[in-house]
Nanobody
Framework: QVQLVESGGGLVQPGGSLRLSCTAS????????PGWFRQAPGKEREQLAC???????????HYADSVKGRFTISRDSVKNTVYLEMRSMKPVDTAVYYC???????????????WGQGTQVTISS
């Protein structure tokens, strides 16, 4: 059973940058379309970015409008890890960030999708 572990969260000043990592164990992430979502207290889950299955060498990326141009998702198949590079961060980016593996395709609603325990990101001066 594949498990996901996120890391890299922390406290960042407005305008700063952060890189989150999501490492899979128990199986390869290449069989899934990995993505990131966040959830702030009292708010709904917000899908942020997703990378289509690595069956395509140049996997298509998808971004929410709220992070397009600021966040970048990437994959290292050797390390079995997915990254989320975040820059020009704002206080509204404060949330718990989760890595998710989509079984069927990016942002598809499927019972077999799974995610990690999350990592806290706080943007504050």
């Amino acid at each position: 059973q594949v498990q996901l572990v996120e890391s890299g969260g922390g406290l960042v000043q407005p305008g700063g940058s952060l890189r989150l990592s999501c490492t899979a164990s128990g199986g390869s992430l290449d069989h899934y379309a990995p993505g990131w979502f966040r959830q702030a207290p009292g708010k709904e889950r917000e899908q942020l970015a997703c990378l289509s299955s690595s069956s395509r060498r140049d996997g298509t990326t998808h971004y929410a409008d709220s992070v397009k141009g600021r966040f970048t998702i990437s994959r290292d198949s050797v390390k079995n890890t997915v990254y989320l590079e975040m820059r020009s961060m704002k206080p509204v980016d404060t949330a718990v960030y989760y890595c998710e593996a989509f079984v069927v395709g990016c942002w598809s609603d499927y019972p077999g999708n799974f995610w990690g325990q999350g990592t806290q990101v706080t943007i504050s001066s």
